[in-house]
């Protein structure tokens, strides 16, 4: 029986909760600041990549975290899946945003939830109850209104990117225990390892992608901002660093959220980030919100709140079975931090102070 213990302080949870709010919309507006501008959206990816592994590095360096710097060919083997689908999940959100408003981001992908629930049941044989099939019901509801009864002009190649992300997503979900098993159970290895390895698959992937041009005018073609504004090179370092450092931070902040938040305030704390990311949307980009889309995105973050209340009420009844399904968080779905999530559950033992 594992002893109890103090519950964290409000002002801890604020802070996590507070930090996560404001680093995932700095994330989505800064990507979404460079790729108005680039036509690189895989190179973008790649250079946030290798700003976390360095990052990495130079925690280890200064003593902060303990790295496997010499890779084990049996741990690269091992996760060769789950970095296939984070490199293919992440170049698909980013081509996702490059394709849609900022706001329009989480209507594109809010198909994960309910791929999510269909890939469990469909491979892992678990089976959803009837509350979680209405919940994700709604949420597949909300995510029609915004696409197709909004009257709004939308981008079919954002959307099928979105909805194809949200699938990788899904499938990525149910890899997870099988690559923390290969790291032993630790999240903080894991992350290393995907960063790096997702980095290393990622440059031979956009120049067959076809991208190599598109890179070289980026570094040494002429600038094509207009006079005044920052350069089409500046703006795609500063986004680099920006989304780079915030990625890592988010990533090492990830063990502290799951230890002093529940599910319930995640999910909360994820409907306020959608909404603020649409009003930062209207504000830095001049978005369109329509009242379609705004009821869209209210659908959407109604069916993802009631399915983590049921989700919370369900873990609440006395032996549960072990085949039921057990999601992970969707804040951390969508960041690509879902790992962290599965950590919580499947390893209470062997925990790294970081990521």
Same mark, same amino acid.
């Given at each position: 029986?594992?002893?109890?213990?103090?519950?964290?302080?409000?002002?801890?949870?604020? $802070?996590?909760?507070?930090? &996560?709010?404001?680093?995932?919309?700095?994330?989505?507006?800064?990507?979404?600041?460079?790729?108005?501008?680039?036509?690189?959206?895989?190179?973008?990816? #790649?250079?946030?990549?290798?700003?976390?592994?360095?990052?990495?590095?130079?925690?280890?360096?200064? $003593? #902060?975290?303990?790295?496997?710097?010499? /890779?084990?060919?049996?741990?690269?083997?091992? /996760?060769?899946?789950?970095?296939? /689908?984070?490199?293919?999940?992440?170049?698909?959100?980013?081509?996702?945003?490059? &394709?849609?408003?900022?706001?329009? &981001?989480?209507?594109?992908?809010?198909?994960?939830?309910?791929?999510?629930?269909?890939?469990?049941?469909?491979?892992?044989?678990?089976?959803?109850?009837?509350?979680?099939?209405?919940?994700?019901?709604?949420?597949? +509801?909300?995510?029609?209104?915004?696409?197709?009864?909004?009257?709004?002009?939308?981008?079919?190649? $954002?959307?099928?990117?979105?909805?194809?992300?949200?699938?990788?997503?899904?499938?990525?979900?149910?890899?997870?225990?099988?690559?923390?098993?290969?790291?032993? $159970?630790?999240?903080?290895?894991?992350?290393?390892?995907?960063?790096?390895?997702?980095?290393?698959?990622?440059?031979?992937? #956009?120049?067959?992608?076809?991208?190599?041009?598109?890179?070289?005018?980026?570094?040494?073609?002429?600038?094509?901002?207009?006079?005044?504004?920052?350069?089409?090179?500046?703006?795609?370092?500063?986004?680099?660093?920006?989304?780079?450092?915030?990625?890592?931070?988010?990533? #090492?902040?990830?063990?502290?959220?799951?230890?002093?938040?529940?599910?319930?305030?995640?999910?909360?704390?994820?409907?306020?980030?959608?909404?603020?990311?649409?009003?930062?949307?209207?504000?830095?980009?001049?978005?369109?919100? +329509?009242?379609?889309?705004?009821?869209?995105?209210?659908?959407?973050? /109604?069916?993802?709140?009631? &399915?983590?209340?049921?989700?919370?009420?369900?873990?609440?009844?006395?032996?549960?079975?072990?085949?039921?399904?057990?999601?992970?968080?969707?804040?951390?779905?969508?960041?690509?931090?879902?790992?962290?999530?599965?950590?919580?559950?499947?390893?209470?033992?062997?925990?790294?102070?970081?990521?």
């Amino acid at each position: 029986m594992a002893p109890s213990q103090q519950p964290p302080s409000r002002a801890l949870v604020i $802070g996590t909760v507070s930090f &996560y709010l404001v680093a995932a919309l700095a994330m989505v507006m800064a990507n979404k600041w460079v790729l108005n501008t680039t036509d690189t959206p895989l190179f973008f990816l #790649l250079a946030q990549l290798l700003i976390a592994v360095v990052l990495f590095l130079a925690a280890h360096a200064a $003593g #902060l975290l303990q790295l496997p710097l010499r /890779l084990d060919p049996q741990v690269c083997k091992g /996760l060769i899946p789950m970095v296939g /689908l984070n490199v293919i999940g992440l170049s698909f959100s980013n081509y996702t945003l490059k &394709y849609v408003d900022a706001s329009f &981001y989480q209507v594109a992908r809010g198909m994960v939830l309910p791929f999510t629930v269909a890939t469990s049941f469909f491979i892992l044989h678990a089976r959803p109850s009837l509350r979680i099939l209405l919940a994700c019901a709604v949420v597949t +509801t909300g995510f029609f209104v915004g696409v197709f009864l909004d009257g709004t002009k939308v981008s079919l190649v $954002g959307v099928t990117f979105g909805v194809l992300s949200s699938m990788i997503t899904a499938v990525h979900s149910v890899v997870i225990k099988k690559s923390l098993d290969v790291v032993h $159970g630790s999240a903080l290895h894991l992350s290393w390892y995907t960063n790096l390895l997702s980095a290393v698959v990622l440059a031979p992937t #956009l120049i067959l992608a076809g991208e190599l041009p598109g890179v070289m005018k980026l570094l040494f073609g002429p600038n094509e901002n207009a006079e005044g504004q920052m350069s089409t090179l500046s703006t795609f370092i500063m986004g680099s660093i920006i989304t780079g450092m915030f990625g890592f931070l988010m990533s #090492l902040a990830s063990l502290m959220s799951i230890k002093v938040t529940s599910p319930i305030t995640h999910m909360v704390s994820s409907a306020v980030r959608g909404v603020a990311a649409s009003l930062l949307g209207v504000w830095l980009f001049h978005d369109v919100v +329509t009242q379609g889309r705004a009821s869209s995105i209210a659908i959407i973050l /109604l069916g993802s709140i009631w &399915y983590t209340w049921v989700k919370h009420v369900e873990s609440q009844a006395p032996s549960p079975s072990k085949s039921q399904y057990e999601p992970v968080p969707l804040d951390e779905l969508e960041e690509g931090k879902a790992e962290k999530g599965f950590t919580h559950r499947h390893s209470h033992s062997t925990r790294d102070a970081r990521d």
